[in-house]
């Protein structure tokens, strides 16, 4: 077993266990520090190093806001959370798994996690990961390029969720949406402006990509 999913003493001492939205919980202890968590759907084993909490027959993982945009979001105050129990989700930049760990979490033994990663070297890590989780499946594809991997797609998905260090991010959802999100599905979208275009202001980036996406998609809630 690699470093990455070694086993580690389980903590215990909560106070209060919330769920704020289906499978995403607030940890409080008993100093009455608030942590996002999600349970853990393999017991025992973490991802990057983050702490597992003990309630009852539960484990829960921490989800840092500062190692997850998701996560850092829903700590902001994302109104709607689209990934549930169930959903299947297209993760495009996938990386090592941080993220799309936490998605696995909450969608459940129910739901799918197809994770798109383009650097075999983040894809080596992920691939062992995706192997103690069985509802993520590990795609080495670039996504720019949709048709690439449709043979993995099995059918259309809930959720769209984006964090790919690209000029075009725009477009790559929309291209993503085009073949792959349901009628009336969602799509996240974590926009990196210095990806996008380093020499100009974030909001003047933030707001083109926006005009980008408006053809298609109902913009809910934006975050920053």
């Not at 266990?17 to 973490?46: M, Q």
């Not at 539960?58 to 169930?86: D, F, N, V």
């Not at 969608?107 to 799918?112: A, D, E, L, P, R």
């Not at 797609?153 to 969720?161: A, E, G, L, N, R």
Request: charge should be positive.
């Amino acid at each position: 077993m690699t470093k990455q999913h070694s086993k580690k003493k389980v903590i215990s001492g909560l106070n209060e266990v919330r769920e704020i939205f289906e499978n995403v919980y607030v940890l409080t202890d008993l100093e009455g520090k608030e942590r996002l968590a999600t349970k853990n759907l393999v017991k025992g084993n973490r991802v990057y190093g983050e702490r597992l909490y003990q309630v009852k027959k539960e484990e829960y993982r921490s989800w840092p806001p500062y190692r997850s945009k998701l996560s850092a979001a829903i700590k902001k105050g994302l109104k709607l959370m689209p990934i549930r129990p169930g959903s299947s989700v297209l993760y495009l930049g996938a990386s090592t798994g941080t993220t799309a760990s936490h998605v696995s979490d909450i969608v459940g033994t129910k739901g799918i996690v197809y994770c798109i990663e383009f650097s075999p070297q983040m894809m080596a890590k992920l691939i062992q990961l995706c192997k103690l989780r069985s509802n993520m499946v590990p795609i080495l594809a670039d996504a720019r390029k949709p048709k690439s991997y449709a043979r993995y797609i099995k059918s259309k998905v809930d959720v769209i969720y984006e964090d790919v260090a690209q000029p075009d991010q725009a477009k790559i959802l929309m291209k993503n949406a085009e073949m792959y999100l349901k009628k009336r599905g969602y799509a996240m979208l974590a926009i990196k402006s210095q990806s996008i275009d380093v020499t100009r202001k974030p909001k003047e980036v933030y707001e083109e990509t926006k005009k980008g996406l408006i053809d298609r998609f109902e913009i809910l809630q934006e975050i920053g």
